[in-house]
């Protein structure tokens, strides 16, 4: 059952990043379109149901199967877990931050810039790197 949730897990972790990859970017277009247009009113939907749909059940699957792996595989006691914990933490919190832009971004709110968006589109793909490092290389 072990090698099945481990599956499930990497499943679900490869949904989450394409979504946390592709939604900034759906942010930095969505920032180029009129208020009240219709491009505007598509990336509303385009971006609610990513988030809906794909990026929060992934990490859900993903932070559920990955506490049934460390549980089952005896691994609590391991640094590189708490290092990746934290790490997977940091990425959830981007997540939350995701979230709240989709629903400014859907009260025709725009807090930010495109530039700002660009260089958010990077803290997954960071976060992304550091947590496979520790999941394969356990350098503690």
């Given at each position: ?15 989450w990043m394409a979504g946390m990859l592709y939604l900034p ?41 990955g506490l049934y792996l460390a549980w089952s595989g005896g691994f609590f006691a391991s ?62």
């Open positions: 059952m072990y090698e099945w949730i481990k599956a499930l897990h990497v499943i679900a972790v490869i949904s970017r759906l942010f930095v277009y969505h920032c180029e379109a009129e208020i009240g247009s219709k491009q505007s009113e598509t990336f509303k939907v385009m971006e609610r149901r990513l988030l809906k749909a794909i990026i929060n059940p992934a990490m859900i699957v993903t932070w559920l199967a640094h590189w877990l708490h290092v990746k914990l934290a790490l997977v933490l940091a990425l959830s919190a981007v997540h939350g931050f995701f979230s709240r832009w989709v629903k400014d971004f859907a009260a025709d709110r725009r807090p930010h810039t495109q530039k700002f968006y660009r260089i958010i589109n990077e803290v997954p793909t960071v976060l992304m790197i550091f947590i496979v490092i520790m999941v394969i290389v356990k350098p503690f």
